[in-house]
């Protein structure tokens, strides 16, 4: 096994960042960070995903004059391209729920904010 | 106690993610099954069949166009959702001080280099969204560079600035420019071709795939743009 997570050692790379991300969430207090490690998370699935479609010596998928195979492949990296626009939606949405909710309370912190509860 | 379950969540997670990740086949083999089916194709077809040279560009807006339609659309939502969200202020809720938190002047310097630069990642924002098809870009890359001009303007010099750049007259409508450059060309194909967002197949027509995946990738440039930038100014601003 270790032999296999040596060779996929990009996607041992996602894990290892998708449990930073899962760490902030749990253990920060501050709605803001924990949003930042939803985003970490976030953007391991997307490294993980980009590193499936490596080829080894894989040029981008570019065609046109000089471009020689092998072509790493293209279809990753566009369900990424449209991953990182909804990530980008979500984030702004989250980001002004929590604006709304400091202005509503006056704080971000979230056990103050299930004190108030 | 509490690190002690923390870390123990931690591994009971990674654990069996490591499990399945050893059991992948060895990243960057050509042979593995993401790389032999529908994406061989896509290499060999893409350039003569959906009009850009750029196989990401290609398969986004022409083999998976419908998936773009829908992700315009959920960027549009997004905007409306953050509008909705801030823009409501409920009586008995008082909104945030309106003294800015950091109130000092950006320096000579920087401002200067900022008006120097301006119109240098303007252009270079637009070569990006043009030229989506054949080099790396696209639509959404530029608009993001745009929008990362328009975010520039507004902290170092002034929002007023900024402002004038999308004005308030057409901004609506240039926050729409994405699901309507969409649904124009949608509709185009639908009228000639006989479904909605079918691109020519035939190779004399490739003057005419090239030039709707140009008014897609502008209208998605300026789209992104403009939301990315409202979002900002919504979030940034109590007026």
Redesign the interface.
């Known amino acids: ?1 270790i032999d ?2 040596w ?6 790379g ?3 960042l ?2 930073i991300g ?2 902030c969430v ?2 920060k207090n501050n709605l803001i960070k924990k949003f930042i490690g939803i985003n970490i998370m976030e953007t391991a699935v997307f490294a993980f995903i980009v ?6 010596g ?1 040029d ?5 004059s000089g471009a020689t ?3 790493t ?6 369900l990424i ?2 991953g ?3 990530a ?3 984030t ?2 989250a ?3 929590i ?2 909710i400091y ?2 309370c006056g704080t971000i912190e979230a056990d103050e904010l299930r004190e108030m509860g | 106690m509490k690190r002690a379950l ?1 870390a123990a ?2 591994i009971i ?2 654990l069996p ?3 399945a ?4 086949p ?5 042979t ?1 099954p ?2 032999t089916h ?2 061989a194709r ?2 060999e077809a ?2 003569e069949e959906a009009g850009a ?4 560009t ?3 807006l022409n083999y ?1 166009g419908f ?2 339609d829908g ?1 315009v659309t ?2 549009f ?3 409306a ?2 509008l909705a ?2 823009l409501g ?1 409920r009586t008995g ?4 001080a309106g003294q800015p938190v950091s109130s000092v002047e950006a320096s000579v310097v920087v401002s200067f280099v900022v008006r120097l630069l301006a119109p240098a990642i303007a252009l270079f924002g637009i070569y990006v969204i043009l030229h989506g098809h ?3 870009g ?1 639509g ?1 890359q530029g608009g993001a560079i745009l929008a990362s001009l328009l975010i520039i303007i507004t902290t170092i010099l002034e929002r007023a600035q900024a402002e004038a750049l999308v004005p308030l007259r057409i901004r609506r409508w240039l926050q729409i420019a994405a699901p309507l450059a969409f649904f124009t060309v949608g509709v185009a194909g639908l009228v000639v071709f006989g479904n909605y967002l079918q691109f020519p197949r035939t190779h004399d027509l490739a003057w005419l795939t090239v030039t709707w995946l140009t008014i897609i990738e502008i209208g998605i440039g300026v789209g ?1 743009a403009a939301i ?1 930038a409202t ?1 900002f100014w ?2 940034g601003g109590d007026s």
């Not at chain 2, 060895?26 to 050509?30: N, T």
């Open positions: 096994m296999a997570l060779t996929n050692l990009d996607y041992v996602s894990v290892v998708f449990c899962l760490y749990i253990t590193a499936l479609g490596v080829v080894e894989g981008a998928p570019i065609m046109g195979p092998p072509f492949n293209p279809i990753p990296q566009a391209l449209t990182i626009v909804v980008v939606s979500t702004s949405l980001l002004s729920l604006i709304r202005r509503h | 923390t969540l931690l997670v990674a993610m490591l499990y990740v050893a059991q992948l060895p990243q960057g083999s050509p593995s993401a790389y529908v994406s896509y290499l893409g350039p040279e750029n196989v990401v290609a398969v986004i998976r998936d773009t992700e959920v960027i939502t997004s905007l959702a953050v969200v801030l202020v809720e008082k909104p945030l054949v080099s790396p696209g959404f992104g990315l979002i919504t979030m």
